[in-house]
């Protein structure tokens, strides 16, 4: 049975779980899922040319069918196990959600720091070697994915349709997934196989035009970002995050501001120099609105289109939130 056939039986018994908002459209909710929580397998991705190991997590939908792969990229001092409620949302939407660790930069840097050496390693894990390294993590672990789908016997076999793949990723992982994906500075690095990509917390480059960096995505991109969405290593500001969008052509361009989003808000936990209380909506937003991007985009729903580029975003945001399309 599909996963959109689960959906509907289990509607008609009324034992789906329903976050719908006044005015959103019944015909399409992305925010319904089943009750309960998808499989999880904690793999390692072991790429010999590079002597590195990426480990990752992977959210399994009920579906056995071969599904979307839609990865994530931690920020700066994360984990594999960083966002799950991401995974977890996209994994009861049908979505394969690979979320992986990048060795180097990646928890471990703070971990196994002295305390009071702690942001002297976390900046120096996000200087250009550590970002090299990232942006090679991508495409070894979609090589890798291929193979485990072909593989006889193996947990992920006949599970993935890497060839409908979408990247994300918050702060360091939203530089590598612009990176991935179309940014021209790292043409090297793009990777067919990722049709969409969901960039959080974006930032423009140190130096140069934002319009030559930017001005040739070809693939749908969902900017999200808040109102003070200033990451405490890295020094970016609100002017690098917001010059991303208007920066990109037009053609299935979006931009998300939440009204007092911190950084964190796109992960689980606070942050520290987080001033402000979290906004219970923040989350509800954040989950909406990207799997409404992914139906669009890798599953190419026109419900989940007609959502997306009509009312279905405003639906799901506070009055103060900022949302544009182009």
Known sequence: MSTRTLLHALAASGLLFQARAPGTDRGYDPLAVAAGRPAVQD?????????????????????GSAAPVVLFSHGLGGSRETSAYLGTHWALRGYVAVFLQHPESDDAVWREAPAGQR???????????????????VPAVLDQLER????????????????????????????????????????MFTDSRIRAAIVMSPSAPRRGNPRRAFGEVRIPWLLMTGTRDRAPIGDVDMESRL????????????????????????????????????????????????????????????????????????????????????
């Open 43 to 63: 793999l390692m991705v072991v790429d010999a040319a590079r002597r590195r190991e990426v480990p990752l997590r992977v959210y399994l939908p009920a579906d």
């Open 119 to 137: 942001r002297a390693a976390l900046r120096k894990a996000a200087g250009p070697t550590q970002f090299l390294r990232r942006v090679e993590d």
């Open 148 to 187: 485990w789908s072909r593989a006889h016997g193996h947990a992920l076999a006949g599970r993935l349709d890497v060839g409908r793949a979408g990247m994300s990723g918050h702060s360091f992982g939203a530089v590598t997934t612009q990176a991935v994906s179309g940014q021209r500075a790292a043409w």
């Open 243 to 326: 010059a991303v969008f208007p920066a990109l052509p037009a053609g299935a361009k979006y931009e998300l501001v939440l009204d007092g989003a911190e950084h964190s808000a796109f992960t689980d936990r606070a942050l520290p120099g987080d001033s402000a209380q979290r906004k219970p909506n923040h989350h509800r937003a954040i989950l909406a609105i990207s799997t409404a991007f992914w139906d669009a985009w890798l599953r190419r729903d026109p419900a989940a289109r007609a959502w997306l580029d009509g009312e279905g975003p405003r639906s799901v945001l506070d009055r103060a939130d900022r949302w544009q399309r182009k």
